[in-house]
Each structure stands twice: as C-alpha cells, then as structure tokens.
C-alpha cells in the first residue's frame, strides 16, 4: 500500500478540487466549440455532456483493473488529461476546415477526456482509503468534487471565455492539471517515480508554450463585432474569411463584409443564377466568376442539363474551406465537389484574358461590390467586354451588381457600363432580409427573357416579374461609364455607402 | 587641382546632397548607365584600322525614338537596306526599360501624353499598333490609358488626389491657382497673327508671332513674378512640372518652355479623359520596340560611330565594335544623324555658337516585398510628394489587371535640378551605389513608415545627359538656326526642337528621313 503521509491528505483533496475544475471546463469548452461549429446548442449541449459523463462512467469502470502503484497511475493520468484536455480546443479549430467528419473528432475528444476524468476520482478514493474514514471520504472527496464544478460553471462564461477564448482556457486548465501532478510528484517525494517528473516538466513546459503561442481564437471583442460568435477566421493569402454563428443561422464575411446568412441565402443565389439559367436554350457548359463559397454553384447544379462549370475564385483557401468543413459543405450541398465542377484559382480579369477555350452558355457574376479600384476593374467597361471572347450568340450573364437601393447611381452605373459594352440588359432586384433591397443585371447579345418554368423555394416567375420591376425611388438615372482610366464607380459607391454606413 | 578637386568632390558628395550611411545591411542593386567608357573613346582616338567595309542604303546613327521614327519612314517609303549604328547594347535611347522576377519597369521616358489630333503622324503609328482607333475622334484602347487613379499628392501628412495642392490650402492660393488655371487656358486656345497655336506639338508647328516667342528669351520664374503667381504651393508645383519635364527648374526654364508643358495639349478624344497619358509596365519601351518591329533597321549594337565623311557615292560612316574591339565602315547613300548635339557637333566638327546644356537624371528602381499604402488617396500611377527633391515614384505594376499585387517595383524619378548641370553631373558619378540608395530610402522612410523593411533591391541608373535643358533662348534663337551638316547627313533629335519629349523625337525622325528621302530623289508623300 502507498503511503501518502499527512501532508499527502491535504494535496489529495485539493487535487479533487482542481481535477473537477479541469473536468467540467473540458466538457464546458467542447459543448460551447460544437455549439459554435456545429450549431442547434441545445442538441450539442445534451449530447456532448451525455457523453462525456458516459464516458466517465467507463473510466470509472477501468479503473478498477488499476492493481499496483495506484498513485503512479494517477498520477500519469493526471498529466494525460492536463495534455489531451489542454489542447482539445485547438486541436479541434484547426481540423476543423480538414477533417470530413468533424463530429467523430469532436466525440473522440470528449471520450477521451471523460475516461480518463473518470479513473481519477475512484482512485483517489482507494489512494486515500486508509486515511480517512469511509464517511469521511466520500463527503470530502465529493464536496470539494462539487465545489470544484460550481466553480468551474461560474469561471467559464464570466473570465475565460471573455477574456482568453476556448483555446487559452483549454491550456491554462491544461496546465493546471499537469501542475497539480508536479505537485502531488514533489509532495509525496519518493513515493511517486522520477520520470513523471521529467514528462510533467516537458508537458507543462509544451502547454505553456503553445499557450504564448496560440492566437487568441475567439474573443468576444471580435466577436461582438459580428453579433455573434466567431467559429472560424483565417487570414488567407488574400483576405479574411471570418465564419459567425448567431441563432440558427452562421454568416460569412470577407474581409469584414458580410457575405451571405445561412437564413437567407437562398434567396440571394436563386435571384443570382436561375434567371440567368432559364434565360437560355441551352445551360451545358456554366462559367462562375467569384463565388468561392460553393452556393451559386448549388443552385447551378439543381439543373439536370448542366455538364460542365468551371468556378474561377482567386482564393483557394476560401474555395478548400468550402469544399472540406463539413458544416459547410451541408451548406453548399457539397457542391465544390461535384464532378461537374472545375475550380479554378486565378485571378478572374487575368482569367478570362488568357481563356481561349470554348464558349459558356451561362456566365454568373458574383464579385464583391466595388469598394476599391482593384475590385473596380471587375465591374469596367474592359472587364465586360472581355467578357465577349467567353460567349456564343445566345449567352446569357448575370451578375450581382450593388444595392439599387442604398448605391442606386453605382447600381445604374453598372447597368449602363454593361450597355456601354454593347449589351441588352435586363435589369432587376429584390429584397434579401440580411442585405436589404439587392440589384442584379442579366446581359446578352440579345435581350435576355427568362421563364422560370420550374419554381424554386424564392423565385417564381411572378417573383421575378415584379423584381424587373423598379420603384420610383431605385428607378433607372443617368450614370457614368465604369472606365479602367476613369473609375467612377468606385467613387460613387463609397460616397453613397458612406451615407448608411456612418 | 588634383587634391583640391579631390576634396571638393568629397564635400559635394557628402555634404551637399546629405548621403548618409545606411545604418543597416547593403541592399542589393547595382548602378547601372549609359556606356561611357565606350563612349568617351572618342575623344582618345587611336582606333585600329577597319577590317570590314559593309555597304546599305541608309545608315543610322543612334538607336533613341528620333532614330527608329527615321528608320520606319524610310522603311514606309520602300528603302531596303537600313543599317542602325547604336553605342549601347539595346535600342530605345531615354526609352529603355529592365525587368526583375516581380515587374518590368522604365528607366526613362514611361509615358505619352495624348497626342493632339493635328499630330497625324503620331496617331497613325499609335493606329498601327492598336493603341487607337481613329474615327470622328480618335479612341484610344482602354488598357494602355493610365487606369485610375493616375496621380496623388503628399502633402501635410496625407495623400490628396491630383498634384495641384489643394489640402491645407488657403483661399487666397485657391484663387490664384484658378487664375493660374485660366490663364493656361487662354493660352491653350491663343493663336498669334499668323494663325498658328502660341503653343503647339511638333514646336516648329507652333505661332512665330514675336509676342509669344518673347515668352523664350525670360525664365518660368520670371513669368511667375510678372504675372503676381507668388503662392508656395503654386509656384512648387510649376516648379514641379518644369524639373518633371525637362529636368531644370523654374528658375532656369524658359517660360516659353514652362508655358508649353500647360497649354500646347488640345487632344479631343472619343471617352477618355484628354489630360491622361497612355503608359506601360516598361513605359515607352513598349513604343520602342514597335517602332523597331515596323521599321526592321539592320541594328549593329554595342557600336561606336567616331568619324563621318562625305563620299562620291554618299557617306562613310566609322565605327568601332566595342563587342570584338574592332573598326568597320559603313558607305551609305545617305545618313541620319540621329545622336544628341553634343555628339553630333563632334562628329561633324562643326562648332556651333551656342552649346545646348544637359540635365544628368538619377532613376531608382525599387522593388517592394508589398506595395506602398498611405492614408488619403490610395496608390496611384504617379505618387509625388510635395517639398521633395526627388519627382516621386510611379507605381510599375499600375495598369495590371490582377486583384492583388503584394511584391512590385517602384521607380523613383531624381532630376538634379538644383546643382548646375556639370557639378550635378559629378556628384552622382562619384557617388557609391549605398550612397545612391539612401537618398532614396530616405524618401520611403518619409512618407512610407516601415516600407523600407520591405525593399527587396535598389537599382539605380545615372543619365549623365539625360535631356537637354530648355532655359532660355535656347528653343526659338538657337535650335531654329540650320546646322552645318556635311552632304548627304541629315540630323534627327530632339534637341532640335529643344525639349525633350517623345512626340519631337518622332518628328524630327520623319523630317530627317523625308529629307535623306528628297536627297536621294526618292517620290514620296510627306508625313510631316
């Protein structure tokens, strides 16, 4: 039997408090991380804390094959659930845009965690056994077990989540766990193994540096920004792409800019694609400009007679994230991956400059708005008679052209440069709730005249009717011509953005 | 001499244009320049007896925009054999370029003002090459205008769209800049009495009415003064124009010159904007290399022309290979002189009255891990700030079509307008190639916080006569006069015209070859 001595007494029971601590922050981070990543917080919450009890459960099962050496295996364990535990969070950010089935990863983690949370408090109670009482015991084992939670539930939401994200929390308490080994190792001097002493040291040593390291996730100064919680962001080569849950719904912005809202989309991409799809005889080859996000390119492969879309997105980590997550990959319904598609990362203008292939039946614009004279050249008299080379007699483009509403003169600039590029237009808008009132253009050699013979969720030919419809105050003015050496648009959109945005 | 010559270049160096130690590891770079080595042995002579005699029709002599503009009128008019002699290892003159693994970029001369619609001749080469279209009015191709946003200012801790000052300006320097302004425009539309534009491009185009060549015999200053401009923010940026266009400030400009920069563009195109400039990556090395595609002169580079002479049957030209360290002659039936005066004057041994002088430049590419940013208006083709010495960088990569540019190159463009020509001359000669870089690094640091982190490489090019200095009477006394050229040699350079600017150096190419055309009896339908 091991000998603990009296100072050992105290140590043991701190350790139940830190141990409990530790445990329910792990299971904390990992409902609030699915929650995030995953959504429906409630179905996460349960199923997370189901399972990672359960798995408790096994752990205390195991624990009694545990014979000889009790205070080694304990200690051992400690150290494994301070390093496993501690970059839980992490680990499950950054695979998060890798792995095909986040979901197993994330159980994994929590069973994980649960098994070996679970070995420790039986032990403890054998280690401890033949110096208390068995009444005694137990009340002090699982009083400082239910403090330890309480404290924990009360730390997690109000200081850690706040101010060091669920990537630092999960480190710190990391670190506490293998802290609490160190010391029960230097308490109970020569009773505990010198080795574990080395491998605490090294373990302790790695958690702090990752925890220097580790960029802070998730704060809630960014997050606030959003309205929501930040589940992913990543500098990409070419700008940021932020992932926000709130509600239901998860957003994406660019660069700051919202991009669509899982509650709305549908309403955006179908006004975006099928006009323009159903404008032509025939939709066997689709070129899509932008839209690395995969939605416009679901709503394309709705149509059976589609055989081939190329996507030019410059972004390939935007275009990779899309095809792998897969919370978005639900989203797009996968269709990044589709045989159908080629994706192509480029630079849209250089794209179609050096294109001599075969003609598209259907080209979909869907760049951002033009903010700066780099984005400005998307939207150019150049850039759309560049366009031609792409097209046969009866192709048809559509393009996501501003907001008639808050940018009405950028909107009809837009539409007038299409002209100026010799162009029949077909202008049209609609109200997307998370953008307002939105414009898009569809433009051929001929007049485009779409029938939407098949009704989507949103668009209908009565819907798209009244969409080329204009009110008196987005109606048609008179606009510039979007010159490569004169980019008015740029100008005109800051200036009347800058109306509602400041 | 030798030792005081010594110190006082040590002084100029280091004391008067402030090049200081770096104060951090060399950038890498290199000085690079016109061959004068090859160039200055001439004046030593001792060249070796020819040991090939080549024959043609037309030698050229001098490979710059006035050459190549002479050898594609004579390619036009159907001469067959056209030998081009030039001293450095490409064509192109002021238009020459270079290119890294990020850009290509000028080393001079980087854009063409919109030629005016009376300059058929120009337009119809830039019709040749798809830079126009020529209808009611002429339309030029949109990716060769200069893409917006052309020009910034920096000025007062912030960038202001335009180079006309305007942020932190008083009312008083507004109103007298649009004074300014319409002065110019009188100007720009005043004929004299005999009909012709005060002001106009080809200059022999423009009025002889004695009222607007009085303007040649004051400086730009002058002017200024008589006329009440006296703002600080105006009269920097005439300042500015002046050493921008002919590398000599306003104090030594004429004002007939300074006045020509303003009021002698009167483009009325289809579209653009008439005050922007086509330009390229490599600048007018674009237009360089296709006039030599049109023209397909016979080009001997690397070559020095040290001696001409009339012959029975035309000209004997002289030349010594710098490549294999050999002379050669060439006997054609006519040559076009197309080299600056100075040379020229040497080679005809004709000494003229009054000697142009030259403005040695300093041209700096950058090339940048990132582009330069700046609160205010983003950056632009042409990027000036207000007070420098230095004329400011153009931006290589502006007219790409690309989303986004992270590593580029800049070209910083130093005329040493305020040292007089030979002292200015000297000091960039003597100065080391870290010395070079630091004032240029300076410049960054300036209005580019920790952009100089940044830079990849400095490379630098000494012109040591870049352009000739228009002060004056030294466009309407002296360049008007005749020259006396041996028979059968016809001059073709823009100093002729006395500033240097690409559309001269395009006349003064079809003058000459109009007239070693009229020399050999050749019929022909002028262009001039």
């Not at chain 1, 190792?185 to 580790?214: D, E, N, P, Q, Y």
């Not at chain 1, 253009?441 to 989507?456: D, F, M, S, T």
């Amino acid at each position: 039997m091991d000998n603990i001595g009296k100072r050992g007494e105290l140590s043991f029971l701190l350790s139940v408090f830190v141990i409990a601590t530790c445990g329910l922050i792990y299971e904390l981070i990992a409902g609030t991380l699915a929650s995030y990543l995953l959504g429906d917080s409630v179905l996460q919450f349960s199923t997370i804390i189901g399972c990672y009890l359960f798995s408790m459960g096994i752990g205390s099962y195991l624990s009694r094959f545990v014979e000889k050496g009790l205070i080694d295996v304990f200690i051992r364990v400690e150290i494994l659930v301070g390093v496993v535990g501690g970059v839980s969070a992490g680990l499950l950010f950054l695979i998060f845009e890798h792995v095909e089935s986040f979901r197993v990863v994330l159980y994994l983690f929590v069973t994980i965690i649960g098994i070996l949370v679970g070995i420790e408090i039986p032990l403890l109670l054998r280690i401890l056994r033949d110096t208390f009482e068995f009444k005694d015991l137990v009340s002090k084992v699982f009083t400082f077990d239910y403090i330890g939670a309480l404290f924990a539930s009360i730390l997690f939401p109000l200081i850690l989540v706040p101010h060091l994200g669920l990537v630092r929390s999960a480190l710190l308490f990391g670190m506490l766990n293998v802290g609490v080994a160190l010391w029960l190792i230097s308490v109970l001097g020569t009773s505990a193994r010198k080795g574990h002493k080395t491998t605490a040291c090294i373990a302790l040593v790695a958690l702090a540096i990752l925890f220097a390291l580790s960029p802070q996730l998730i704060t809630t100064a960014e997050a606030t920004g959003y309205h929501g919680s930040l589940i992913f962001s990543k500098q990409s080569k070419y700008q940021k792409i932020s992932l926000v849950r709130s509600g239901g719904q998860i957003r994406l912005f660019l660069n700051g800019n919202l991009q669509f809202s899982t509650r709305d989309e549908y309403r955006y991409h179908e006004l975006l694609t099928h006009p323009a799809l159903y404008s032509v005889p025939s939709r066997s080859r689709v070129l899509v400009l932008g839209g690395g996000d995969g939605l416009a390119l679901r709503e394309i492969l709705k149509h059976e007679d589609t055989r081939e879309v190329v996507l030019v997105d410059l972004d390939r980590e935007m275009t990779d994230l899309f095809r792998t997550a897969s919370l978005l990959k639900q989203v797009n319904d996968n269709s990044l991956a589709s045989t159908k598609v080629t994706v192509v990362n480029e630079d849209a203008f250089q794209w179609i400059k050096g294109y001599s292939g075969k003609p598209f039946d259907v080209i979909i614009i869907d760049f951002p708005d033009p903010s700066n004279y780099s984005l400005g050249k998307l939207y150019s008299l150049t850039f759309y008679r560049s366009l031609k080379k792409l097209m046969n007699e009866s192709t048809v483009v559509g393009v996501q052209s501003t907001s008639p509403f808050f940018a009405r003169e950028s909107y009809w600039c837009i539409v007038g440069t299409m002209r100026a590029a010799g162009f029949e237009t077909l202008p049209y808008h609609m109200y997307v709730p998370s953008f307002g009132e939105w414009g898009f253009v569809l433009a051929g050699h001929r007049a485009p005249k779409p029938v939407i013979y098949r009704e989507q969720s949103f668009l209908t030919q009565e819907v798209f009717d009244a969409a080329t419809r204009f009110p008196k105050d987005m109606a048609e003015i008179d606009a510039p011509v979007n010159r490569l050496d004169d980019q008015v648009l740029v100008r005109l959109f800051t200036e009347e953005w800058s109306h509602y945005l400041n | 001499m030798s030792i005081s010559r010594r110190t006082f270049l040590a002084t100029s160096v280091c004391g008067l244009l402030g090049f200081g130690a770096l104060g951090r590891t060399p950038i890498p770079g290199r000085i690079c320049g016109a061959n004068h080595a090859l160039a200055h042995r001439r004046a030593h002579g001792g060249f070796s007896p020819p040991t090939e005699h080549r024959a043609t029709d037309i030698v050229i002599v001098g490979g710059g925009v006035a050459g190549l503009s002479a050898a594609r009128r004579l390619r036009d008019a159907g001469i067959q054999k056209i030998s081009l002699i030039e001293l450095e290892s490409s064509v192109g003159g002021n238009s020459i370029g270079g290119s890294n693994h990020v850009s290509a970029y000028p080393w001079g001369a980087h854009y063409l003002p919109l030629p005016n619609n009376s300059n058929t001749a120009l337009l119809e080469f830039l019709r040749q090459v798809s830079v126009v279209e020529l209808g009611s009015k002429p339309r030029f191709n949109d990716e060769y205008l200069c893409a917006s946003p052309q020009e910034r200012l920096f000025i007062y801790g912030k960038w202001q769209e335009g180079l006309v000052p305007q942020r932190g300006v008083g009312e008083p320097t507004r109103a007298e800049i649009a004074r300014f302004r319409r002065v110019i425009e009188d100007y720009r539309q005043r004929r004299g009495r005999d009909g012709r534009y005060y002001f106009d491009i080809p200059i022999r185009m423009s009025s002889r009415d004695p009222d607007a060549l009085n303007l040649d015999s004051i400086t730009m200053r002058r002017w200024m003064d008589e006329n009440g401009f006296t703002s600080p923010e105006l009269r920097w940026y005439v300042n500015y124009c002046c050493r921008d266009d002919y590398g000599t400030s306003y104090n030594e400009a004429s004002a007939w010159a300074g006045l020509h920069y303003f009021a002698a563009r009167r483009a009325d195109v289809e579209t653009a904007d008439s005050n922007n400039v086509l330009t390229w990556s490599e600048g007018n090395v674009w237009l360089v290399s296709r006039l030599a595609s049109l023209a397909q002169p016979d080009v001997s580079v690397g070559s020095l022309v040290y001696d001409l002479e009339s012959t029975r049957k035309g000209v004997r030209v002289h030349c010594f290979d710098g490549i294999l360290q050999r002379s050669y002659t060439v006997d054609a039936r006519a040559c076009i002189l197309a080299v600056p005066q100075f040379l020229r004057t040497r080679l005809c041994r004709d000494d003229v009255s009054q000697r142009l002088s030259y403005a040695p430049w300093v041209v700096a590419n950058v090339t940048l891990k990132k582009p330069p940013t700046g609160d205010g208006v983003p950056l632009s083709w042409d990027n000036v700030v207000y007070n420098s010495k230095l004329l400011g960088y153009v931006h290589a990569r502006h007219q790409s079509l690309s989303q986004v540019i992270r590593d580029t190159v800049i070209t910083y463009y130093y005329p040493l307008s305020e040292y007089p020509p030979d002292l200015a001359r000297m000091i960039a000669y003597n100065a080391s190639l870290s010395e070079l870089q630091s004032e240029f690094v300076a410049e960054i640091r300036k209005v580019h916080p920790g952009l100089d982190q940044e830079i990849a490489s400095i490379d630098v090019w000494i012109w040591g006569h870049a352009m000739s200095r228009p002060t004056p009477n030294v466009i309407w006394r002296f360049t008007a006069g005749e020259e006396r050229l041996p028979m059968g040699v016809f001059a073709a350079h823009s100093d002729q015209s006395g500033i240097s600017i690409f559309e001269e150096a395009f006349y003064q190419g079809i003058v000459a070859g109009e007239s070693a055309l009229k020399f050999l009896g050749q019929r022909h339908q002028s262009w001039a």
